[in-house]
């Protein structure tokens, strides 16, 4: 697997989200992708912090056989931490949790890490950059979700663009190794904007597992983001 700190806070990593991907076929659909991409994105949902459910545990334990990309779990849960020891034996790598389930995650934080996992914020788009400010330095990673979470397939919220502006002067400012992720409504487009803003890693569903090339709309989206 994947080291979560071999990394640039510049290199530009994209994380299709395994949401979007055929269930009835999931280690192809991986398979066909994983030479190409950075990370596997994982939604898990518990149908309460979000009102869908996505997949658990066995499909992380039956996907970490077949491919060896890093998988980034994105905690939409009212308890995320109970699951952090489930989540690694499952072959998780990266544990994602909302400041909106958890207002203040030192403690989380310190949990994923007993656990073996690294450790990432996320903030839905009402969420102020102000409320992981102070959190910044437990992170591996922070998510800034372009789209309201729970479904897929959402159109680009641009006014979080303000909030990656103010995630990535942070970092820099301060001189830390954190990724700044973006997720919901990713294509070409929105990529770009999103890495001018400030963002290095970034989700997409629809464009890659839903184009009839998803390696050639994986390109696209590097192409698109290049070009900033």
Known sequence: MSSINSRSMDQIKIAPSL??????????????????????????????FVPNISFGMPVITSLRSRTSLLFDCHM?????????????????????????AISDPTAAASKARAAGLGFGLVLNPPTPFAAVEPFMELADMILVMSVHPGFGGQSFMPEVLAKTESARKWVDEHGLCVDIQIDGGITPETARLAGQAGANVFVAGTAIFGADDPVAAIKR???AIDGR
């Open 76 to 100: 939409m849960t009212t308890n995320p931490d109970v699951y952090f020891d489930e989540l690694r034996e499952a072959g998780g790598d990266l544990a994602m949790i909302h400041v909106e």
């Open 221 to 223: 989206l590097r192409q």
């Open 19 to 48: 949401l979007a991907a055929d269930f009835a076929d999931l280690g192809k659909e991986v398979a066909r992708i994983e030479p190409h991409v950075d990370m596997l994105h994982l939604d898990i949902m518990d149908g309460h």
